[in-house]
Antibody
Framework: QVQLQESGPGLVRPSETLSLTCTVSGGSISSYFWNWIRQPPGKGLEWIGY???????NYNPSLKSRVTISVDTSKNHFSLNLSSVTAADTAVYFC????????????????????WGKGTTVTVSS | DIQMTQSPSSLSASVGDRVTITCRASQTISSYLNWYQQKPGKAPKLLIHAASSLQSGVPSRFRGSGSGTDFTLTISSLQPEDFATYYC?????????FGPGTKVEIK
């Protein structure tokens, strides 16, 4: 079955860029949306954004100026870059698959997140 | 952004109890509502999608209902492995948003 695995540095300095990769195994990255979600310590879940396998993206406006999500179909992985990090970006970061849900006006979106990675803890500290 | 609220924020229940968690959206989201279960130190797990569709492999004691702005997750007979935090999430429009969670604890 499909499995997702997040990887990347566990410690990032303030003002630098957080970079994570999610590797998809047991299935193809094609024909799905791929999400990033984060969870600060002891708090709830925040959706960061998603990328379609074709490369189109959708970001949370609260983070949009700092976020870039990219996909490499040849390596079956997708990545998150979050720039200018502060302590408020300290969180567990999850990647998750999003099946195609519906299309309207030529724009398609996922309707759920059905497979999740185990998550990786990122601490922002000097 | 669509705001999601949940009630209660926490509850204590015994094995075998029937448990009901409510989720409310700040505007209509049709049936674009999902429920997730999260255990400490683990990733969320999809239980219910499209308000009432049981995700493959999820026990039938979990049931989702509702549409528009008001939704419910019901666990018909609470099992020991069900003690966890439950989140609702709307997929009607981006940014996707989650409720604050309901923690189900052992009485």
């Amino acid at each position: 079955q499909v499995q997702l695995q997040e990887s990347g540095p566990g410690l990032v300095r303030p003002s630098e860029t957080l970079s994570l990769t999610c590797t998809v195994s047991g299935g193809s990255i094609s024909s799905y949306f791929w999400n990033w979600i984060r969870q600060p310590p002891g708090k709830g879940l925040e959706w960061i954004g998603y990328i379609y396998y074709s490369g189109s993206t959708n970001y949370n406006p609260s983070l949009k100026s700092r976020v870039t999500i990219s996909v490499d179909t040849s390596k079956n992985h997708f990545s998150l870059n979050l720039s200018s990090v502060t302590a408020a970006d300290t969180a567990v970061y999850f990647c998750a698959r999003g099946p195609l849900g519906y299309c309207s006006g030529g724009i398609c979106k996922p309707n759920r997140m059905d497979v999740w990675g185990k998550g990786t803890t990122v601490t922002v500290s000097s | 952004d669509i705001q999601m609220t949940q009630s209660p924020s926490s509850l204590s229940a015994s094995v075998g109890d029937r448990v009901t968690i409510t989720c409310r959206a700040s505007q209509t989201i049709s049936s674009y509502l999902n429920w997730y279960q999260q255990k400490p130190g683990k990733a969320p797990k999809l239980l219910i999608h499209a308000a009432s569709s049981l995700q493959s492999g999820v026990p039938s004691r979990f049931r989702g209902s509702g549409s528009g702005t008001d939704f419910t997750l019901t666990i018909s007979s609470l099992q020991p492995e069900d003690f966890a935090t439950y989140y609702c999430q709307q997929s009607y429009s981006t940014p996707f948003t989650f409720g604050p969670g309901t923690k189900v604890e052992i009485k």
